[in-house]
Structure formats: structure tokens, C-alpha cells
């Protein structure tokens, strides 16, 4: 198969609930020279957002998306293994998680997966984390900064209650605070006092590195 094939069926796999595939169509795909982050963002993302205005459409339900939602993770978590090496030398400590109320996690991981990539020693709080996990994890742990992701309109005000606990705890200005997801934007990060917003993975990287100086 040709690049074009394998994006094309990486996209499929997804729209199929097809874990088996997603997981044949990244090994395939990995092994024929694709780059991991197109097979992620221009082969299972697009098979999940069309899965997702589905779902908006009243053509499929919740179990369907769950189903997507599978072979979303085991096709991108075997790309993400194979995320292109950053040269950081000194380490910073990011903490990540998505917010509470909310278990929307692959974009936050595929975010974890290219910190990771790139040097920076990230703690993955996972999923429907409490805002006062987020401040107490980044005292505890020396974070340089927190980095907190919500995909609901509902669960976006988390992220301001996460800023409020890292005022609380006397970490606001010293901790840098990073927000994303797909309902936010910089203006929302700037509303809820947070220091950045990326719109994605990779300026994820651009962005937290601007933050802790590394850029
Ligand atoms: Co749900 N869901 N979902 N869902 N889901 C959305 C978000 C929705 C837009 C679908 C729709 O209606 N079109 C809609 C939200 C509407 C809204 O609030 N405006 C929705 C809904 C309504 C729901 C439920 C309420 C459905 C229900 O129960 N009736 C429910 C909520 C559950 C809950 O959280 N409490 C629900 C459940 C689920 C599943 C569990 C089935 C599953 C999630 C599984 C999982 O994550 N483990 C799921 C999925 C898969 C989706 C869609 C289809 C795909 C999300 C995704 O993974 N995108 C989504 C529709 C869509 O996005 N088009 C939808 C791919 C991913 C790579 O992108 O997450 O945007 P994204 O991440 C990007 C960037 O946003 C950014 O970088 C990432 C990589 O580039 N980024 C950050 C993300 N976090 C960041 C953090 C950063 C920086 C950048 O720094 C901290």
C-alpha cells in the first residue's frame, strides 16, 4: 500500500470499530516509512472527528463512539512509541491530566506522548481529575508546569477552578499553566488567567517549551 492507502485505511479502521485493523494498519504503516504523527493526525484523527459528527448527527450512539474510541487507542498508541525524539537535555517537569468531569484522554495523551518524545519528564494524571490533584500533584512533584485538558463546553470551567487551586496553593505565576482541548481557545486561556492555550500536540511542545525557557 501507498501512503495515501494507509492514511486512508487507518481512517477506515476507525469509522469500521475496528481494533484489529488500527493496530494492523499502524505496524503497516510504520513499517512501509510513514511518519507516526501524519498516520496519527491525517489517518485516525480524521476517522474519529468523522465518527464524532456522527455521533452529533444522531447517526450513531454512544456505543459506537466507545467502539471508535478503542481502535482510536490502539492505533495511535502504537504510533506514538515511535514519536520523533526532541534533543532537550534539561529535564522539566510537566503534570497532564483532563479535567474532572470529563474522560475525554486521547488527545491529551497523543499531547503526553510528544512531551514525552521531546525530553520533558511529564506525569500523566490520566482522566476526571480533580482540580486540586492537579495543584497538590505539582507541589509534591517540583512540576515546572500543569497542563490541563477538557474536551466538554461543560467541563471548560474546570480548568478555571484548576487555576484557582494553584492560587490557593501559593504555586499561580511560579507553576506555568497550560489549557487545551478542543471547545478552548487563547481567549479562554487568557479569560481564566491560565499563562497558555496550544491547539494541538504540537504546539503543545512549542509553547511549553516557550513557558520553561527552552525556546
Ligand atoms: Co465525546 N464528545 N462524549 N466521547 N467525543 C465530543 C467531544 C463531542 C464534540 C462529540 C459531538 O457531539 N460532536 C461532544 C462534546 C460536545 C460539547 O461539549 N460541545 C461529546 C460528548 C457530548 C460526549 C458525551 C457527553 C456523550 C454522552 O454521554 N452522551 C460523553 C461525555 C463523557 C465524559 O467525558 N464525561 C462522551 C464520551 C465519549 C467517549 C468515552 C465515547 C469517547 C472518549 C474516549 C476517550 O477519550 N478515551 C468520545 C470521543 C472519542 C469523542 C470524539 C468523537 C473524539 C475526541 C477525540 O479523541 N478527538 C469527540 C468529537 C470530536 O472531537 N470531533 C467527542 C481526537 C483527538 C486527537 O483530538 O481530543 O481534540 P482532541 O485533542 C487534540 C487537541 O484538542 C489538543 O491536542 C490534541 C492532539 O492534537 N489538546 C490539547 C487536547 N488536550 C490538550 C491539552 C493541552 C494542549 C493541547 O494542554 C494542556
Known sequence: MGEQEILAAAKKAIIDYDVDKAEEIANEGLASGVDPVALVEKGFVPGIVEVGDL???GEVYLPELILAADAMKAGTSICEAKFPKGAIQKKKKVIMGTVEGDIHDIGKSIVVAFLSANGFEVTDLGRDVVPKTFAEKAKELGADVVGASALLT???????KVVEEMKEIGLAGKVKIIVGGAPT?????????ADAYAENAIEAVAKIKQLTGLA
Open 55 to 57: 455521533f452529533d448527527a
Open 154 to 160: 461543560t467541563t471548560m470551567e474546570m480548568q478555571r
Open 185 to 193: 481557545s487563547e481567549e479562554w486561556a487568557k479569560k481564566i488567567g
